[in-house]
């Protein structure tokens, strides 16, 4: 585990190390304390070739590919922040239409209420003469106020 943490490190230094774009082989080596090298220039002369290649990065491709993060980074935050803010519309328009359909509700439980409990019904004329209703047209206003506490009302 270790020897591979070295060959991975080593790796990328030698992958950071410069602009070079050829492949180089990568050599290992034991010094004398027993401990393993890897390096792409053989300072050992027991060292010995591992079959590894590595290959330079090209440091355009480097930063075109941290552009094109960056740039796909604050589109997501742009869509985020369009959602972010259409949610709240979405949740303030909730909150309006509870509040109509409770002001509808209180309005419909008090018309039925008016129609229930009152002795006479009347409507008013163009002139403010009063024309009371019949028991048939009573009983057709009670229905159309318990429809209405129907729709306006969840329960």
Known sequence: MR????LIVSGMLAIASGPVHAQKEVYRWVDSQGVVHYSDVPDDPAAE???VTIQGTDPQKVAARQQ????QYQAD????????????DARRQQEMAARQRQIGCTAARKRLDT????PRLYEKGPDG???YLTADEIDQAR?????????????
């Open 3 to 6: 020897h591979l943490s070295l």
């Open 49 to 51: 070739p591992t079959g």
């Open 68 to 71: 094109q993060l960056a740039e």
């Open 77 to 88: 935050e742009q869509l985020a922040a369009a959602n972010a803010a259409d949610q709240a």
């Open 115 to 118: 129609y229930t409990t009152a």
């Open 129 to 131: 003469s009063r024309r």
């Open 143 to 155: 229905a159309s106020a318990m429809d209405d506490v129907a729709s306006w009302c969840d329960d």
